[in-house]
């Protein structure tokens, strides 16, 4: 783990109808990714920045990111494909955002949530990033620049 990894993280949120409270100092990601090469990829690219966590879909990163907030060390990153078996990335996301609302999160605080596809067309854009409530998408394959790039306009990494 690198110096970027225990960096003190801005999350603290609680109160008596919320769930959330981040009580560590280690900056966490959440893979969500069916495709081995693809998760094995964002897997070695994160890692020295992030703790990282993977799922194989939809329902482990919905499950994944609830037993994060039981703990108090909720992600400050959830990497989600968006074709996935058992349930989507754009279902997980849906699912995700709602959890946040109902545990009080405020919107500042949120998880960052980057969506990754195959897909390049509008209307999966459109749907995902502006609709479903993603902070970010790339499609693939995941260059390290463009990664890099959208990680340092989120600050989440230097």
């Given at each position: 783990m690198c110096s970027q990894a225990s960096r003190i993280s801005s999350k603290r949120y609680d109160s008596s109808n919320a769930v959330f409270c981040k009580e560590t100092e280690t900056v966490k990601c959440l893979i969500a990714e069916d495709d081995f090469i693809s998760r094995r990829v964002l897997s070695e690219l994160l890692s020295p920045h992030f703790e990282c966590d993977v799922a194989v879909d939809g329902e482990e990163a919905v499950a994944s990111f609830k037993l994060s907030h039981q703990a108090k060390k909720p992600y400050?990153?959830?990497?989600?494909?968006?074709?996935?078996?058992?349930?989507?990335?754009?279902?997980?996301?849906?699912?995700?955002?709602?959890?946040?609302?109902?545990?009080?999160v405020p919107s500042k605080l949120e998880a960052k949530i980057v969506m990754?596809?195959?897909l390049?067309?509008?209307?999966?854009?459109?749907?995902?990033?502006?609709?479903?409530?993603?902070?970010a998408y790339l499609v693939k394959p995941?260059?390290?620049?463009?990664?890099?790039g959208e990680l340092r306009s989120l600050g989440l990494i230097q």
């Open positions: 400050d990153l959830i990497c989600l494909d968006i074709m996935m078996p058992k349930m989507d990335g754009r279902e997980a996301l849906c699912q995700i955002r709602a959890l946040e609302r109902e545990m009080g990754t596809t195959a390049d067309d509008a209307k999966t854009v459109f749907d995902t990033y502006y609709q479903g409530g993603a902070t995941i260059i390290k620049t463009k990664l890099f």
